[in-house]
């Protein structure tokens, strides 16, 4: 069993950063990857980035060179460095994690106003 936590969700001003975090507890030794979702209202959810257990990455075209994955493997937590941010990336940002099967955290909120 695998447990997501997410964090550092809020209202920020459009050109502004925020970090998001996802703190892993349980079964997560022999995850495939890891990755960062995001939902905005009205619009199906979308993968933002990935980054796999050997410490590659993937983007999305919208975040590429504005969002940076990473992953803290003394921590067990995952990261969404995320800067210049636009009212098109307002949505709820959901960490997920496959292992043997998949799981989400239940989300954080990232507001951004124009």
């Known amino acids: 069993q695998v447990q ?24 997560t030794f022999d995850f495939n990857f890891m990755a960062w979702y995001r939902q905005a209202p009205g619009k ?17 075209d919208s975040v590429k060179g504005r969002f940076t994955i990473s992953r803290d493997n003394a921590k067990n937590t995952m990261y969404l460095q995320m800067t210049s941010l636009s009212s098109e990336d307002t949505a709820d940002y959901y ?4 292992t043997w099967r998949d799981y989400w955290g239940q989300g954080t909120q990232v507001t951004v106003s124009s």
Request: proline share 0%; charged share 15%; with cysteine.
């Open 4 to 27: 997501l936590v997410e964090s550092g969700g809020g209202l920020v001003q459009a050109g502004g950063s925020l970090r998001l975090s996802c703190a892993a507890s349980g079964s």
């Open 44 to 60: 199906q959810r979308e993968l933002v980035a990935r980054i796999s257990r050997g410490g590659s990455t993937s983007y999305a």
């Open 95 to 98: 960490c997920y994690i496959l």
